[in-house]
């Protein structure tokens, strides 16, 4: 994966994720919730969500949802914002 990281955006500014391990791979972007986690993976190419998450207080996943769920490494943040 590459990351095109800025100072804007979520955990760190990680607003766009591009898989390149195939030519054509998807691009995704990444919504976050108040707590800078990913809430919803939306694919680029036509924004469908790819990954829907949601956290219990203490960083577990309850819910992970979508095609893209299990393959991202992008998800619960434990800094304060």
Not at 64 to 79: E, K
Request: aromatic share 12%; glycine share 12%.
């Amino acid at each position: 994966m590459t990351c095109n990281c800025g100072d804007d955006g979520g955990i760190g500014g990680l607003p766009v994720v591009e898989e390149t391990a195939a030519t054509n791979s998807p691009a995704y972007w990444f919504l976050y919730d108040g707590n800078g986690s990913v809430g919803r993976v939306l694919r680029a190419s036509d924004p469908s969500v790819a990954a829907r998450y949601e956290y219990d207080p203490y960083g577990n996943t309850l819910v992970a949802t979508g095609d893209y769920a299990a393959a991202n490494p992008f998800r619960f943040s434990d800094v304060i914002p």
